[in-house]
């Protein structure tokens, strides 16, 4: 008996790279080392490959040592590795969870604004959050009465695109932003003011969804920022864990610590170690592992088919977690940058383990 498919389900860029062994950040080889493990056959397809009358799919399977595109029975099980944002892609993932397929991390983008709202229902998470609030006009000037650092972001941005800072320098204030809203920006230049917000600014918030929140007290590496990604997923007990915690510092340049925007990755033991040596470095790490996993659980309760998420999560010199936000499509190459291959296998293993975990009938908790 062969083994049952696990449907991997991809975006354009990525599927059109399969035949070709160009994935970007994907390393699917890991799927397929993991499909041995658990006896399972991934197989990779966008939206557009099925056809919803007779629930078929033409997509890539390996064989041997190439990838063929071939039409089977649509799996039972899917891991959504794509964005798909309009309301009809939406729709036909609906019609596809009504036709008994399962389909995790079923929604790829949640704005960052709703996130915040649902984690402050949490009395336990609540004192990890920034004051946020949505960036109009008005809450800025009223954030700016109460801080003296503050970020302002697009609510459905990723890897640090767009995102501002306003930081108070004696009497006056300064706005760093980005020159353009591309997905690697380098570029970042100041505007200096008093009292008026700069039109630049005005602008951005008006013509977009942004939020606006205290910039928190994280800890640094010689003057240098860092926070952490985290993470967490469903594994084959179909319960949430952390696969992996790799930090990532801001460059000299600006205070951004995303990879894309010329951050660098270190892992955590060698930080605390080398930089934080009057920390209990395995108290610190379990602080940092049980709040990860809470702000998961929570989260789960009120997204569905949540099960594998990249948690971007500070924290004070103290080793205080600090929830910064979170991604239900962590891209995984911080692992790889941090050169630790481990916990980047494992970031694939545990959703294969997962799905698995699903065919086998298996009920997730909460």
């Avoid at 060698?270 to 209990?280: A, G, K, S, V």
């Amino acid at each position: 008996m062969s083994n049952p498919y696990v449907g991997i389900l991809v975006n354009d860029s990525l599927f059109a790279g399969i035949p070709l062994g160009n994935t970007q950040y994907e390393a699917i080889r890991f799927y397929e080392d993991a499909g041995k493990h658990f006896g399972l056959t991934p197989c990779y397809f966008r939206i557009q490959d099925v056809h919803l009358k007779t629930m078929k799919v033409y997509a890539y399977v390996q064989e041997g040592h190439q990838f063929k595109r071939k039409w089977s029975d649509l799996p039972k099980v899917i891991h959504n590795r794509a964005i798909y944002l309009d309301a009809a892609s939406a729709r036909v993932l609906q019609k596809w969870t009504e036709q008994g397929v399962t389909i995790f991390n079923h929604w790829n983008r949640y704005s960052k604004m709703r996130i915040h709202t649902l984690l402050m229902k949490n009395e336990q998470i609540r004192p990890h959050l920034p004051c946020t609030f949505p960036a109009t006009v008005e809450n800025v000037k009223v954030m700016m009465d109460t801080y003296d650092s503050l970020i302002i972001k697009p609510t459905n941005s990723s890897i640090g695109r767009g995102v501002m800072k306003l930081e108070k320098q004696g009497k006056a204030w300064k706005l760093i932003y980005p020159i353009n809203l591309k997905l690697t920006n380098r570029h970042w230049r100041t505007l200096r003011f008093r009292h008026q917000l700069p039109l630049l600014l005005r602008r951005r918030i008006l013509k977009s969804n942004y939020l606006i929140q205290q910039c928190l007290p994280l800890a640094t590496v010689n003057g240098s920022p860092f926070d952490l990604r985290i993470s967490v997923q469903r594994g084959p007990s179909g319960d949430w864990g952390v696969t992996g915690i790799v930090a990532k510092i801001a460059s000299r340049q600006h205070f951004l610590t995303n990879v894309a925007q010329g951050g660098k990755v270190a892992s955590l033991a060698d930080i605390l170690n080398n930089h934080y040596p009057q920390l209990d470095r395995e108290a610190v790490c379990l602080q940092l592992t049980n709040f990860a996993i809470l702000v998961a659980q929570h989260l789960s309760t009120e997204l569905p088919n949540l099960a594998d998420l990249g948690l971007d999560i500070a924290m004070t010199s103290d080793g205080y977690p600090l929830f910064i936000e979170c991604n239900s499509k962590d891209q995984r190459y911080s692992f790889r940058e941090a050169e630790m291959q481990d916990c980047w296998k494992a970031t694939y293993f545990n959703p294969m383990g997962y799905a698995k975990f699903i065919i086998s009938g298996g009920t997730p908790p909460c």
